[in-house]
């Protein structure tokens, strides 16, 4: 299958900075990325969709100005964690996919992204 | 919307047993169907989907059935080993979802050696 990748695999930041986690296709052109938030022991949770060269769509409860989206390429993807604070620790996953119209392709992860903030 | 449920969430089996996972889904118009492994610490995987107009696909050890009529499809993994020890996700894609998938809370399959 397709490989994606994120960066960095784990970030410990004190409360009230900003952290960046990219995520990147490797071998596809992705026009659909997707982040996910899980915590220990619980599914996936979806934070955003985001389409190359528009903005995210945020799901319901996730607020769009502390997890900033920027899908600039189609084969990348960033997340910035804006004035993180404790109860942002998680771990943040994001995955990508390829489609065209009328049809589907699948959805292939990233490794995630284990974020710690002190 | 839709709606996925999955069981166990939990699953012991002895080596070399057959392991099933199954979930039900709510939306009749849903169309794809993976299955995701998720180890400890790592992203999920994909490792085996089927969609809505196939009633079963195999993959060596790993089968997926599907029954359109009530709504539920199964993983089934034959000749368990330790290494198949993780968290097992299924997921439905429902039309005009902007393609985002509905995911079960998962199962827990331990492997014992």
Known sequence: GAVVSQHPSWVICKSGTSVKIECRSLDFQATTMFWYRQFPKQSLMLMATSNEGSKATYEQGVEKDKFLINHASLT??????????PEDSSFYICSASQRWEGS???QFFGPGTRLTVL | GENVEQHPSTLSVQEGDSAVIKCTYSDSASNYFPWYKQELGKGPQLIID?????GE???QRIAVTLNK????????????QPEDS??????ALPP???YKLIFGSGTRLLVRP
């Open chain 2, 50 to 54: 089927i969609r809505s107009n196939v």
């Open chain 2, 96 to 98: 005009d979802s902007s």
């Open chain 2, 69 to 80: 009529t009530a709504k539920h499809f199964s993983l089934h993994i034959t000749e368990t």
């Open chain 1, 104 to 106: 589907y392709n699948e």
């Open chain 2, 86 to 91: 993780a968290v097992y996700f299924c997921a």
């Open chain 1, 76 to 85: 990348l993807s960033t997340l910035t964690v804006t004035s993180a604070h």
């Open chain 2, 57 to 59: 696909k195999k993959d």
